[in-house]
């Protein structure tokens, strides 16, 4: 099962090798489409990194895309390794279910890391309350004002037709 969520042999090796190293070891987690990457996603990733020795990223397929009726420019596996290759990110899992806990079950990341823009919501007080009952902590960073890759293909469109 948890062959299906790498890449690679060498990134299966290396969460194996986060799980079953120093106990003290923090792994942290977060997720996103990651398309038209800016500054918001760098920010997000350095942040959470501060906050973890490990950092696990899941990076959304085109499918789970498509369920909010909207289209990655950039494909899924483009985009993995984009995040792949960012120096604060130690490995990159395709998120192919919009189930944290799922992941949860899949990873056991100590450290959830997800924008301010979901805080209060009620999806997320019932995942933290779940999360609670295993010992994951959830941690809200302030969302990117003024940039976002819906913003980025809104301005890119507007541009090509003047």
């Not at 941690?139 to 940039?147: I, T």
Request: one cysteine or more; aromatic letters at 12%; hydrophobic letters at 35%.
């Amino acid at each position: 099962m948890l062959r299906q969520l790498f890449q690679t042999n060498i990134e299966l090796k290396k969460y194996k090798m986060y799980k079953r190293g120093d106990e003290k070891t923090v792994v942290g987690y977060t997720s996103g489409v990651y398309d038209l990457f800016h500054i918001g996603h760098l920010n997000l990733l350095k942040n959470a990194k501060g906050l973890c020795d490990k950092l696990i990223v899941g990076v959304t397929s085109d499918e789970m895309v498509s369920y909010k009726n909207k289209k990655a420019v950039i494909r899924h596996q483009e985009r993995m390794e984009i995040v792949r290759n960012i120096k604060h990110v130690d490995v990159v899992v395709p998120q192919n279910d919009m189930d944290k806990y799922k992941m949860w079950e899949r990873l056991k990341f100590d450290i959830m890391f997800v924008g301010d823009d979901w805080f209060e919501s009620d999806k997320w007080k019932e995942l933290d309350a779940k999360f609670r009952k295993v010992g994951v902590k959830i941690v809200y960073f302030p969302y990117s004002e003024g940039v976002s890759s819906t913003l980025i293909n809104e301005t890119l469109k507007k541009l090509r037709e003047e």
